[in-house]
T-cell receptor, first 111, second 114 residues
Framework: GQSLEQPSEVTAVEGAIVQINCTYQTSGFYGLSWYQQHDGGAPTFLSYNALDGLEETGRFSSFLSRSDSYGYLLLQELQMKDSASYFCAVQNAGNNRKLIWGLGTSLAVNP | DTEVTQTPKHLVMGMTNKKSLKCEQHMGHRAMYWYKQKAKKPPELMFVYSYEKLSINESVPSRFSPECPNSSLLNLHLHALQPEDSALYLC?????????????FGPGTRLTVL
């Protein structure tokens, strides 16, 4: 089967750094994406890794290790507005590049 | 224009009604998607259109009928729905040629089936 595992909930304080891990088991792999979704909102794309290593975009970074089938999203200098759900999603090889989604991590940032 | 629009924002319908959800994008994307999302769950793929042709149907019940009249529009026709179909219905689009297949989501239609 195909599955992605990520923690269901994470809590942190403003200004802190948080890492959300994602391990995946899929039959094909193009890359790992991260999406953010605020309550009542739509998912928005954060980052994508196809190759091993770290991709940095402002306060957010994403890492991938293909050999370990593992990735993480790193959020630095946390702000209250970062409170949201974060989904990792694997881009499936073939099959029109369908996304296989993790169950999501609910991040609560406290003052 | 970098947004996906969806109408209506909210819809309440009875089990015998017929209604349609509409989605529009003007980013030149040639892949469009319908997702269903329940509270606290990830989006669940329903249909994918690629270059206006249905390329993926995730074994969705026939009471959901998608339509892609042109490259900018995507409809989802609803008929004889069940209460368990109540959910947020999200439309998304992407450019098939991009490496990351970034999907741009609309705000969704919150559907309640009575």
């Amino acid at each position: 089967g195909q599955s992605l595992e990520q923690p269901s909930e994470v809590t942190a304080v403003e200004g802190a750094i948080v890492q959300i891990n994602c391990t995946y088991q899929t039959s094909g792999f193009y890359g790992l994406s991260w999406y953010q979704q605020h309550d009542g909102g739509a998912p928005t794309f954060l980052s994508y890794n196809a190759l091993d290593g770290l991709e940095e975009t402002g306060r957010f970074s994403s890492f991938l290790s293909r050999s370990d089938s593992y990735g993480y999203l790193l959020l630095q200098e946390l702000q209250m507005k970062d409170s949201a759900s974060y989904f990792c999603a694997v881009q499936n090889a073939g099959n029109n590049r369908k996304l296989i989604w993790g169950l999501g991590t609910s991040l609560a940032v406290n003052p | 224009d970098t947004e996906v629009t969806q109408t209506p924002k909210h819809l309440v319908m009875g089990m015998t009604n017929k209604k349609s959800l509409k989605c529009e994008q003007h980013m030149g994307h040639r892949a469009m998607y319908w997702y269903k999302q329940k509270a606290k769950k990830p989006p669940e793929l329903m249909f994918v259109y690629s270059y206006e042709k249905l390329s993926i149907n995730e074994s969705v019940p026939s009471r959901f009928s998608p339509e892609c009249p042109n490259s900018s529009l995507l409809n989802l026709h609803l008929h004889a729905l069940q209460p368990e179909d109540s959910a947020l219905y999200l439309c998304a689009s992407s450019h098939p040629g991009t490496v990351n297949n970034e999907q741009f989501f609309g705000p969704g239609t919150r559907l309640t089936v009575l």
